[in-house]
């Protein structure tokens, strides 16, 4: 497929599940089991779909190394076994390693919990020229935080501050925060897949009853289950509040991994091309100077 192609179809495929605003926004009008024109008989098509989508992203990064004016932050929010690490490792599999890194965030450790909440997120924002992948993020203090008020126990914070307008406020300053990378050249996606509760149970049951997948469950993980509906209501709340048109946030239908991962693929693919990337034009003189080192070498015998 020619790249101008590719890049439209990206869009396309991206643009239904992006979210930019969060007026009138409701999880419930997305369907985790959406794959638009896909069905399951075409997962074949699906898989090609996305090596040409690697495939693109792997010249867009390429470009974006070496122009080095621009970076990009992807963040990956969602609920267990919904597929981010999957989704991670399969869309950038031919992306550079030394133009990418991923952050996974776990619960903050004590030194994180003597700053301010965006700190530790803060400090690992890629530079220019390369891809940053957040496993989790500052997102987590709107969602898990939440849904656990107890946590906010932990940090520290002055009480004085824990009013009712906490939550409003962490949006307010995520905005805030975002619009400051945006402004200065720092291209933000947030990434939401969107797993259903039936689907989440399968994958669950399947880590036990698979030993070579047993690793990969946590009592943990059943119990945060059983605040389904409150992570549902804390993830509405949060993207309705920080969706904006410099920082989108894309709803991916993650109960076909498959399918999640050609929307993911789509969408960074057309971030890129927003951006308008070129490698960087050669002057005179490094043209001479090129030139005399061709010359330089060929004559050696």
């Avoid at 009712?164 to 990434?191: C, H, M, P």
């Amino acid at each position: 497929m020619k790249a101008d192609k590719l890049v439209k179809k990206a869009h396309e495929l991206a643009n239904p599940f992006r979210v930019t605003s969060g007026k009138n926004f409701r999880l419930r009008d997305y369907d985790p089991g959406d794959t638009l024109q896909f069905d399951h008989k075409d997962k074949d098509r699906a898989k090609k779909a996305l090596a040409q989508g690697v495939q693109a992203l792997s010249l867009l990064q390429d470009k974006l190394y070496a122009q080095d004016q621009w970076a990009v932050l992807l963040i990956f929010q969602a609920m267990d076994a919904a597929g981010k690490d999957g989704a991670i490792k399969h869309v950038m599999s031919g992306v550079n390693p030394q133009g990418c890194e991923v952050h996974s965030f776990k619960a903050p450790t004590s030194e994180e919990l003597d700053h301010d909440f965006l700190w530790r997120c803060s400090k690992r924002v890629p530079e220019r020229g390369r891809i940053g992948i957040f496993n989790r993020s500052y997102y987590e203090e709107t969602l898990v935080v939440r849904v656990h008020p107890q946590i906010l126990a932990k940090q520290k914070i002055p009480r004085g501050l824990l009013g009712k307008d906490l939550w409003n406020q962490r949006f307010e300053d995520i905005r805030a925060f975002e619009r400051y990378l945006s402004r200065n050249g720092v291209l933000v996606r947030k990434f939401f897949l969107n797993v259903s509760k039936e689907e989440q149970k399968k994958r669950f049951l399947e880590r036990i009853d698979q030993p070579d997948k047993n690793w990969k469950f946590s009592t943990a993980d059943s119990h945060e289950r059983q605040f389904w509906n409150d992570y549902q209501k804390a993830y509405e709340e949060t993207i309705r509040h920080t969706a904006t048109k410099e920082s989108p946030w894309y709803i991916v239908p993650a109960d076909n991994k498959w399918f999640s991962r050609v929307v993911v693929a789509a969408a960074v693919i057309d971030a890129l091309d927003s951006l308008k990337l070129e490698y960087p034009k050669v002057g005179k003189t490094q043209r001479e100077e090129l030139a005399a080192a061709k010359k330089e070498l060929l004559a050696e015998k």
